[in-house]
């Protein structure tokens, strides 16, 4: 697979730091290097720091640790954490990454932009899902503003309907997108998982028409149910055309914007040019305490972690199904989501999403959210995407009452 | 002045997420909301945290503010720290800022990035000071390559050169630089500070001719005397033509990777939508961070423990000066600087720096950077920068007297 010409022009000429073509030199005994530019760590700020995880865990860094947490760092990422994360990559996705596949990110929404800036110039166009994450649209939209949907349904984006999109676009003789956006697990509104057949044939499409996959995996491991994980397209690609994105904002805390993205060593690279000369690199403090943490819990352990923070998402999700066949009127459309967040609804096409919302919500007192804002062409007017992750079950179920009334208010 | 106009085309559509549109709802008693997205904070990973800094203080993080700290957070600022780092401002520079002219970024690196994004077409120019801050030219270098060469002085940039320069642009109708890139303290690699009256005309040209001005001030504090700051651009504009550029990476530790941009009310919002679209908002957990430092540590007691910090840049800086008036041959241009962690040299123009490294670095075993990785033009190629930051005394009297050596041997 050629990878180079797939860039946008912008980013083909990016070329390391030639200062760190001096690094060579500075194994050489006795050699006193007048070229490093980074301040002295004896005037940071930090003495030492102590951290007490939920799970029992507790860190403390200091001295050498704590002076490589407070310093510069690479631009892919710190060494132990990038081991760390090839690791845990291996044990959740039974995915070997090599060294030059793995770089740490600001949250994995950084992945969204910097494929938008490396592939995306303005006349370029994107595969997403109908509806889709919008904070993607808005990362992508910050170089084009073409968009290719393809219907999501109960199995994730419909992949027999992609092949007929893209074979009308060949047919026509018109460029091929640039990548196909996919979230696999607990999609973002739709709260729908890409079903084992689809994920096998997305591939089989991306290779018959030489496209690369972009797999945005926040809620892969916001488990609902006891299923197995089911295999990430990364774990199911053998031509290297997916970059995968992996989070820490659902299963660590989204606050400390820690992500990362793997996969092809040369797009990989890009990456962290792409780094190197927008913000030098991730947090190296951040990139310390989510290494730290991770070698002290373990694989097992956190994971079981995880999976105890997860009752309390699936406690709601019953709730919110609970409550959506108790006092949703018929002919609303829903998934029952088996990862992530979201329930995501179809209404009748009369309904007018925003203006239920501007009409009811000060009478009714809920709020959910209206399709449009996650259609890339101002479509799924007649949805709503509710959240069951901030409140309590008697919430969920006091609301979604409130919802219904609203439907059958409007009519 | 007009601003938007100046904008690329790319950086013109942004506008808000739309799911933002439902905060205001968000107060009604007794409204339940199903739309927000962000994670429980009961699944966030911290229990406490408990950070003691070299200064004296200590701060303990939970409850609240850790949950703060953890979760999503704003796209210009955590508001505590806003609120900090505009006092900050106010005691340090004089200057007074609106809660909407300062954005949070990870480093004051990423606005370099953010200017190009904004700003620059393939097409558009910079103006730059030759030599200057090889970051900043990767950053524009995303977005271009044409810049604008300026020399630079022992007062900094040469503010009349600049006149000549577009005087002849805009004499041969050619499009104007989109802005002024400039380094006013302790210049990497220059290790020079723009001097009193250069400050003022440079505003004065900025303002004649309409451009806007990028001030990148990460040694303002690093003072090697004990004269007072000198007024920052900022502080002298009267037009909201400046952009200023402040990082704590100098004065409290880069790898935290924190920083801010303040100015214009019309950029600074663009800055926080590309905040929003490309890594949602810098770390807040970095944010509580700082935020608790500043509040508990106070504006007078953070600057004397900087000065504190000074003495072993100081020393260093001072330890090269006698070394370079004892060791280098005549001929060797430099400045003795008055901030910062760098010296410039300039030999005649028979010596080439890349050479001379790969000559003689091995066997006289001392590192200095080669002058052309700060050109924007393959220029300066009979420079070297020395770096004073990370090295003893007696490391670099040694260097220094290698580096002579080395000079020599060139011929």
């Given at each position: 697979m050629e990878i180079k010409e797939r860039f946008a022009e912008r980013a083909r000429d990016k070329s390391p730091s030639p200062i760190r073509e001096l690094l060579k030199y500075m194994t050489i005994e006795g050699m006193i290097s007048l070229g490093g530019g980074y301040p002295n760590p004896d005037t940071f700020a930090f003495e030492s720091i102590d951290i007490i995880f939920r799970s029992g865990q507790s860190v403390h860094i200091e001295g050498k640790n704590l002076t490589t947490a407070s310093q510069y760092g690479p631009s892919d990422a710190h060494a132990g954490l990038k081991s760390e994360l090839r690791s845990w990559q291996q044990h959740k996705d039974a995915v070997s990454l090599n060294d030059d596949q793995l770089v740490v990110l600001n949250g994995s929404h950084e992945g969204l932009f910097i494929m938008s800036y490396l592939f995306l110039n303005s006349d370029d166009s994107v595969i997403v899902s109908e509806p889709t994450y919008p904070g993607a649209l808005a990362a992508f939209k910050s170089f084009t503003q073409n968009f290719i949907q393809v219907p999501l349904d109960s199995d994730g984006m419909d992949t027999a309907a992609l092949v007929e999109i893209l074979a009308k676009i060949e047919m026509q003789g018109g460029p091929l997108p640039k990548f196909i956006y996919v979230i696999p697990n607990g999609h973002n509104p739709g709260g729908v998982a890409l079903s084992d057949g689809r994920r096998k044939h997305l591939l089989r499409i991306a290779s018959d028409y030489d496209l690369l996959v972009l797999e945005d995996d926040p809620?892969?491991?916001?488990?609902?149910?006891?299923?197995p994980l089911q295999p990430t397209l990364q774990s199911l690609?053998?031509?290297?055309r997916v970059i995968r994105l992996d989070s820490f904002s659902k299963i660590f805390a989204p606050g400390l914007r820690i992500g990362f993205a793997s996969g092809h060593p040369e797009i990989i690279r890009q990456f962290v040019l792409f780094k190197q000369s927008s913000n030098l690199h991730t947090s190296t403090f951040i990139q310390e305490i989510l290494m730290q943490y991770l070698s002290s819990v373990g694989h097992e352990s956190f994971r079981d972690h995880i999976k105890k923070n997860c009752l309390l998402y699936r406690t709601n999700r019953d709730a919110m199904v609970a409550a959506v066949k108790e006092h949703l009127p018929a002919g609303i459309s829903y998934n029952i989501p088996t990862e992530g967040m979201f329930m995501w609804f179809e209404m009748p096409e009369k309904h007018n999403a925003v203006r239920m919302m501007e009409n009811y919500c000060e009478e009714l007192k809920v709020i959910l959210v209206p399709g449009g804002a996650f259609s890339s062409s101002g479509g799924c007017g007649n949805c709503m995407r509710a959240s069951f992750?901030?409140?309590?079950p008697e919430q969920i179920g006091e609301g979604i009452r409130r919802f219904g009334e609203m439907i059958r208010k409007d009519g």
């Open positions: 809620y892969q491991l916001i488990k609902l149910d006891d299923s690609d053998k031509e290297g992750s901030l409140v309590s």
